[in-house]
């Protein structure tokens, strides 16, 4: 049976933060892979390539759908769910994004294999995109006074995960639903945890959240 889901008040500034980071001129992402899917959960197509050889214009398409999740509204279209011990066993998708996070989406045989999952579990009966990018935040510290100081407290590496409903020659619509992690909380990193996206807060996509084992 699975553990009790629990979830974690999110500080809306930490996502903030973040997003600070994500801009052409501040961008913290060094790579961005992604898989797109027919309406049979099938993979048409993927792409792996480092993010500073996007030309300016696809950096700030880019830019624009990975900023969607963490400057969602907080508590309640980005939550953040706390894995329970059970979803930590070998072979669960925990390890799997650990493994992804640690490899800096460089191992595509780790990437063939999540894109098999999220077919076969997230059948969304139309052709969508799923894209992941890795990002790196030297985290500042900050002094007493709340400004930031130059030294880093801490090395942030992160995924962000976003699903969009695709058109035309592959293009990127609206994100529906998505996700960061690890979960950045008191401005540290938070393995243990996952900020969740949903665009329509009151249609969670629970076949997701199940594959995580927080349900």
């Known amino acids: ?3 009790e889901l629990k979830t974690r008040r999110i500080n809306r500034e930490d996502m903030l ?3 600070r980071r994500m801009t052409i001129s501040r961008n913290c992402f060094s790579r961005v892979v992604g898989a797109y899917f027919d309406e049979e959960g099938y993979v048409d197509g993927t792409f792996n390539i480092h993010f500073l050889k996007l030309s300016k214009a696809d950096q700030g398409k880019n ?3 990975a900023k969607a999740i963490p400057f969602a509204d907080t508590n309640r279209q980005l939550k953040e769910y706390v894995f329970p011990k ?3 066993k070998p072979g669960s998708i925990w390890q799997l994004l650990m493994a992804l996070k640690e ?8 990437l063939e294999t999540f894109y098999e999952i999220l077919g076969e579990k997230l059948n969304q009966n139309r052709e969508y995109g799923f894209y992941l990018f890795y990002g790196c935040y030297d985290v500042p510290r900050k002094g007493n006074d709340k400004t930031e100081q130059w030294e880093s407290e801490e090395v942030y590496p992160f995924l962000t995960g976003v699903f969009a409903p695709v058109s035309g020659d ?3 619509g609206e994100p529906q639903f998505g996700f960061l992690f690890p979960a950045f909380s008191d401005r540290s990193g938070d393995s243990g945890a996952i900020a969740w996206y949903e665009k329509n807060a009151g ?5 997701f959240l199940q594959l995580l084992q927080l349900m």
Request: hydrophobic letters at 30%; one cysteine or more.
């Open 1 to 3: 049976m699975a553990e």
């Open 17 to 19: 933060e973040l997003t």
């Open 63 to 65: 830019l624009k759908l």
């Open 86 to 88: 059970t979803a930590k």
């Open 103 to 110: 490899c800096e989406l460089k191992n595509d045989g780790l």
């Open 170 to 172: 592959y293009e990127m």
């Open 203 to 207: 249609r969670p996509h629970e076949e």
